[in-house]
């Protein structure tokens, strides 16, 4: 979901009358409707010198949430969009395409949990490599922790012998397919995933390469900021957590949108936070732990180069299944 501002061109009536009488009630994007007494936005609109203009901009912007919405689907229904939804990209990395059953899969969300220095962002950066050689990459860097040099040591390792001018063009051609963006709060996050839900509109139905994946580096970094926190006094401030929970819910719902209605593969990253027992725990809480298909938590044996990778959650798999892998 976007800001208003940037929906005027598809939807003419969110005009600068809508968008001004919205801003002025402290709504500047779709996402401030989900937490907002629409009934008294309403009734203020109800007083205003141009009520029906802005009846009509609400009812627009409920339009546009109420679509992203999915219809109900039979059991036959299902079992197609299992079907077509049964592709699977290779990351790369032996360990996890062998637990995974081949790789991450098209049409849904993944997430990878784990510590600092646990191996998610280099499990991303191979998986983009893979991709990318055959089909376009979106990579949003939340921390400046996308490395070009990494990918291009990634497929240095898997080029066959050649002369070096094939070398370099194919390099120049997997580079080429990965668009990296770096967005550093949730709301320039919308923005992008607002205008890639628009280009890919367009790409469906054609040849050619195509966009296949989405990289979140790291979901939790533009999340946690908007969740609030506790005071110094520990009373919560519960209008912010509203607030957070439902830009939350709307980031996750988004994606899962994206990888669903476009065929795209999904993979994000989240961070651990201290749990009970002084054990580590995903962050991000109740409220997200149901949103990624599956769920890769991430760890590396101290003083090696050699990681472990387990099953939290994943919908044809049983939790708890493990394995190890080099980067």
Known sequence: ??????????????????????????????????????????????QNDSSERLKEGIA??????????????????????????????????????????????????TELVGPSSSGKTQVCLRTASNVARNHMVLYLDTGNSFSPQRIAYFLGKTIS????????????????????????????????????????????????CQMRLLIVDSISSLISPVLGSSSTLGVINSKLMDTG????????YLLKKLAHQHNL????????VGGEGGSSKPALGDSWKCIPHSRLFLSCDRGSNTYNVSILRHP????????RFVI
């Open 60 to 109: 627009q912007v409920l339009s546009i949430i109420d679509d992203m919405h999915q219809p109900w689907l039979n059991g036959m229904e299902l079992l197609e969009d299992a079907k077509r939804n049964k592709h699977v990209f290779p990351t790369g990395i032996q360990g996890i395409d062998l637990l995974l059953g081949d790789g991450i899969h098209v049409g849904q969300l």
């Open 245 to 252: 929970r439902a830009l939350m819910t709307s980031a996750g």
């Open 161 to 208: 012998p050649s002369s070096a001018q094939a070398k370099n063009q194919f390099l120049q051609k997997v580079m080429s397919n990965i668009s990296c963006h770096s967005v550093f709060d949730i709301f320039a996050m919308f923005d992008v995933l607002h205008q890639l839900e628009s280009y890919l509109r367009c790409q469906d139905g054609r040849g050619g």
């Open 265 to 272: 593969a999904v993979l994000i990253i989240n961070h651990t």
């Open 316 to 323: 044809s798999m049983a939790s708890g299944k493990a394995a």
């Open 1 to 46: 979901m976007a800001r208003l501002a940037n929906l005027e061109t598809e939807y003419p009536v969110l005009d600068s009358t809508v968008r001004n009488f919205c801003a002025s009630h402290g709504i500047f994007s779709v996402e401030d409707f989900l937490i907002h007494d629409l009934y008294m936005l309403a009734a203020f609109a109800e």
